[in-house]
């Protein structure tokens, strides 16, 4: 008795319709699980399919890490800064410079470390942060 191989026209159809049919139907329920698709999340999924993940550092190592690139940056030699941890990827900066443009430049500096999510700047511009009417005068930040 021969066997006969091919597929005959209703037989694709109705493998075609159940390929298609199951697909759907776990679409619909991987949406339920993961949540809906909108423009911006489909975005933000094709952005990180582009980029490394970054390490998962500890907090103090986020610290260490800031610090060294701010040492390292020749424009913030004169200024003592310091770096405190937060939390995981999270720090934030202390200390005094001249102008706004340094304030600038070492928040810029710590965002650029690998690992670090959140920078929180607190560092003081002297001369405007540290006047205020009637003579008085803020020497430090510290509590």
Do not use: Y
């Not at 776990?26 to 999340?41: D, H, I, M, Q, Y």
């Amino acid at each position: 008795m021969a066997r006969n191989d091919e597929l005959s026209g209703t037989q694709i159809f109705l493998w075609t319709t159940l390929g298609v049919g199951t697909g759907l139907v776990a679409g619909f329920a991987l949406s339920e699980w993961v949540g809906g698709v909108n423009r911006t999340r489909f975005r933000g999924a094709a952005r990180r399919l582009g980029q490394a993940v970054p390490p998962r550092i500890t907090p103090a190592a986020s610290a260490r890490a800031v610090d060294a690139a701010l040492h390292a940056e020749t424009r913030l030699a004169g200024f003592v800064l310091e770096v405190v941890p937060v939390s995981r990827g999270t720090v934030e900066l202390r200390g005094w410079v001249t102008d706004r443009g340094s304030r600038t430049l070492a928040a810029r500096v710590a965002c650029a470390v690998p690992g670090i999510e959140t920078v929180i700047n607190s560092i003081l511009v002297r001369g405007e942060d540290d006047s205020f009417p009637g003579g008085k005068r803020v020497t430090d930040q510290s509590a």
